[in-house]
Nanobody, 123 residues
Framework: QVQLVESGGGLVQAGGSLTLSCAAS????????MAWFRQAPGKEREFVAA????????YTVGSVKGRFTISRDNAKTALYLQMNSLKPDDTAVYYC????????????????WGQGTQVTVSS
């Protein structure tokens, strides 16, 4: 059974940094892509960044490019999101997700999801 467990969220002041982690278990992810999404209150779930597990190729949405970095640790089967220069608009629940094959920016195409971790950025 695949499990994705996020951690690392919290409250931070604008301009600060946080690193989110996602521990993945239950299968081999070498043929998978993994991604971070976020959802603010009253808004749709939004794609943030993705990584192809085997190659390490990444894709980051324009609104966070240059501030957020997605990475993975093959040995630990862990996914990370380093978030710098945080803004109040980054406040949301952040989710880790996985799907077989290439990445997608559509949350509907992801099979596995974590429970989410809250990130709150104060002004």
């Amino acid at each position: 059974q695949v499990q994705l467990v996020e951690s690392g969220g919290g409250l931070v002041q604008a301009g600060g940094s946080l690193t989110l982690s996602c521990a993945a278990s239950g299968r081999t992810f070498s043929s998978y892509s993994m991604a971070w999404f976020r959802q603010a209150p009253g808004k749709e779930r939004e794609f943030v960044a993705a990584i192809t597990w085997s190659s390490g190729n990444t894709y980051t949405v324009g609104s966070v490019k240059g501030r957020f970095t997605i990475s993975r640790d093959n040995a630990k089967t862990a996914l990370y999101l380093q978030m710098n220069s945080l803004k109040p608009d980054d406040t949301a629940v952040y989710y880790c997700a996985a799907r077989s094959g290439s990445y997608s920016t559509s949350p509907r195409l992801y099979t596995y999801w974590g429970q989410g971790t809250q990130v709150t950025v104060s002004s």
